[in-house]
C-alpha cells in the first residue's frame, strides 16, 4: 500500500465526536458525565497506521464491536476519577491490548485524556524490532493490561503527547522519508510502557562489539540522510536493544540512541551549512532528521557544534520567529 500520511486536530463539541476516538475504527460511546462535552481528538495517519489522542471532560462509557481487524494498543494519559476497562483499573501512563476482532468496553468516570496506536499484525515485528516478546504477534493476541512505571511511564507518556502536538503544528514535516522515523517513535512510547512491566529476559551472547558496530555503520551508510529509529536497527540486524545497547557502550561509550542523534545532528549540520538561506528553515530540517523539540535539538547542536543551528544556515536569530535557540 502507498504511503498515505495525515494529520488531523479538532475540537470536540459533543460526545458525538468520539465516535472517532481511534482513527479508522468506530467506537460506540455513551455520555455518562452531566454537561456539555468539551475536548479535542487529534489523529496522525501513516498508511495503515494511526496514532489517536483524545481528551474529554465528562464521564464517558466506551464499547467496540468485534468488527476491527486491527491491534489497538492505549495508554491513559489523564484521569479525575476511576477509568476500568473490561476488568482493568487503569493507572496514569498504564498501556492497554485490544487484540484484532475482540469486543471492548470501558468506563471513564471523569475528565480523561488518552492515546490510541491502530495497525496491522503483522507490523509488531518491525516496529518493535530487538525486543523478542514484543515483535512476536503472537504477544499481542490476547486482551492485556500492562502497569506502567512511576517515572518512566510518566517520560514516555509526555513524549508521546510531544510527538503528537509537534507532528500537528508541523504537519508538512511528516513526508515519506521520515513516517517510519516518526511511526517507530510513537511506538517505542507504548513499548516503553509495556517492557517496564515485563521481567528481564535472558542476557544471551554478545557477539563481537565491533562486528557489530560495523554492520549498523553500513545500514546508516544505505539509509543516506533519513533518519533511522534504534527498533529499526534491531529488525533489520536481528539484534535485541540489550545487546545492540552493550557493543556501543563497549566501542564507543555511548549508547546507540545517543550515537544516533549525534549521527542526526551531523546530518542536519550539514544539511544547513550546504544550504542558502530562504531555501528551507532550521525547523524544517529538524523535523525532517527526528527531531521534534526544538528547544532541545538546539541545546545538542549548540552543545555539539558551538554555534546555533540559526547561525550554521546564516540566518540571524531574530528572524527565526518563534524558534528556539
Not at 452531566?34 to 466506551?62: A, E, P, W
Not at 476511576?82 to 484484532?100: E, G, K, Y
Not at 547542536?301 to 550554521?312: K, L
Amino acid at each position: 500500500m502507498g504511503q498515505f500520511l495525515l494529520v488531523d486536530s479538532r475540537k470536540l463539541d459533543g460526545f458525538e465526536g468520539l465516535h472517532q476516538a481511534v482513527h479508522g475504527s468506530h467506537v460506540d460511546v455513551m455520555q455518562l458525565g452531566r454537561g456539555r462535552l468539551r475536548g479535542t481528538l487529534s489523529h496522525v495517519g501513516i498508511g495503515d497506521f494511526s496514532l489517536s489522542i483524545g481528551t474529554f471532560n465528562v464521564g464517558m462509557r466506551t464499547q467496540r464491536v468485534s468488527s476491527d481487524d486491527k491491534l489497538i494498543i492505549g495508554m491513559l494519559l489523564a484521569a479525575e476519577e476511576r477509568v476500568a476497562h473490561w476488568s482493568f483499573d487503569m493507572q496514569l501512563n498504564d498501556v492497554l491490548v485490544i487484540p484484532p476482532l475482540l469486543e471492548h468496553d470501558g468506563v471513564f468516570h471523569g475528565p480523561s485524556a488518552y492515546a490510541a496506536m491502530r495497525f496491522d499484525l503483522d507490523e509488531v515485528t518491525s516496529l518493535f524490532g530487538g525486543e523478542a516478546r514484543l515483535s512476536d504477534p503472537d504477544t499481542w493476541r490476547s486482551r492485556g493490561h500492562f502497569r506502567a512505571n512511576l517515572e518512566s511511564g510518566a517520560i514516555a507518556a509526555r513524549r508521546l503527547a510531544r510527538i503528537m502536538s509537534h507532528l500537528r503544528s508541523h504537519k508538512h514535516g511528516l513526508t515519506p522519508s521520515t513516517a517510519d522515523f516518526w511511526k517507530r517513535s510513537i511506538a517505542e512510547c507504548m513499548a516503553a510502557n509495556v517492557m517496564s512491566s515485563l521481567p528481564p529476559d535472558d542476557i544471551g551472547w554478545l557477539p563481537s562489539a565491533r562486528r557489530l558496530i560495523r554492520r549498523v555503520e553500513e545500514y546508516l551508510d544505505e539509509a543516506g540522510t533519513r533518519p533511522v529509529h534504534v527498533s529499526e536497527i534491531c529488525d533489520a540486524l536481528g539484534v535485541s536493544r540489550r545487546t545492540l545497547h552493550r557493543a556501543f557502550q563497549e566501542v564507543f561509550g555511548i549508547g546507540p540512541v545517543t550515537f544516533l542523534r549525534h549521527k542526526r545532528l551531523c546530518v542536519t549540520h550539514s544539511i544547513l551549512r550546504a544550504s542558502a538561506p530562504g531555501t528551507t528553515t532550521v525547523a524544517t530540517v529538524a523535523m525532517q532528521q527526528g527531531f521534534f523539540e526544538l528547544g532541545r535539538f538546539s541545546h545538542y547542536y549548540q552543545a555539539m557544534f558551538g554555534e546555533y543551528p540559526s547561525q550554521t544556515l546564516g540566518v540571524a536569530p531574530r528572524q527565526l520567529a518563534g524558534l528556539p535557540h
